[in-house]
């Protein structure tokens, strides 16, 4: 099974901060990655498909890119909305099983 | 927009089976090339996948939970359903429903989730 780890697992940063959240699967994806958001008490949000397409409705401080094993997601500029945990997924075409990241927890600093 | 909605107890003893719906409004559970997926999320931890159906009830699960769970469709309903037998405090998690859209690329394909539903709290304990 391919895994992802992210890092950093956690992250402090202030408003107006450029964040950069990584993903690295352990075997190459292609581009086939894609990112969620998660506000305490919500379900998770799409924000990013094909490592960095931005889903209809997202911010365009969000961005995402890589190809292979490595892959990041990037806010520009940290609004007071975008503090929340951020998961990245792929899809196994071999064994049709999903697969997310372990959660980048952002918090405010 | 496709709303998608979870029901079920939200306490279940040990050992006893929890049954989960998710209700699909807004589009039909059998238009396009969508399969509809169950995942979970233990209290303060990260999202675990639990397994998938397609509206012509074809399934996949994942290795670790396959022989304690069954996903089913009703197409009628415009519902699937999460059946998670024989379970243990370790099963104490927010279930998520979810619809997965297929993107087909050159020489491949991939789904990823572009609909969630809000989650229910299931408990397990006696």
């Known amino acids: 099974a391919i895994q992802l780890t992210q890092s950093p697992s956690s992250l402090s940063a202030s408003v107006g901060d450029r964040v950069t959240i990584t993903c690295r699967a352990s075997q190459g994806l292609s581009s086939a990655l894609a990112w969620y958001q998660q506000k305490p008490g919500k379900g998770p949000n799409l924000l990013i498909y094909d490592a960095s397409n931005l889903e209809s409705g997202v911010p365009s401080r969000f961005s995402g890119s890589g190809s292979g094993t490595d892959f990041t997601l990037t806010i520009s500029s940290l609004q007071p909305e975008d503090f929340a945990t951020y998961y990245c997924q792929q899809f196994n075409t071999y064994s049709q099983m999903h697969s997310f990241g372990q959660g980048t927890k952002l918090e405010i600093k | 927009q496709v709303q998608l909605q979870e029901s079920g107890p939200g306490l279940v003893k040990p050992s006893q089976t929890l049954s989960l719906t998710c209700t699909v409004s807004?589009?039909?559970?059998?238009?396009?090339?969508?399969?509809w997926s169950w995942i979970r999320q233990p209290a303060g931890k990260g999202l675990e996948w639990i397994g998938r159906i397609y509206s012509s009830g074809s399934t996949n699960y994942h290795p670790s939970l396959k022989s304690r769970v069954i996903i089913s469709v009703d197409t009628s309903k415009n519902q699937f359903s999460l059946k998670l037998s024989s379970v243990t405090a370790a099963d104490t998690a927010v279930y998520y429903c979810?619809?997965?859209?297929?993107?087909?690329?050159?020489?491949?394909?991939?789904?990823?989730?572009?609909?969630w539903g809000k989650g229910t709290t299931v408990t397990v304990s006696s």
């Open positions: 807004g589009g039909s559970i059998s238009g396009g090339s969508y399969y």
């Open positions: 979810a619809r997965e859209v297929l993107r087909l690329r050159p020489g491949d394909y991939y789904y990823y989730m572009d609909v």
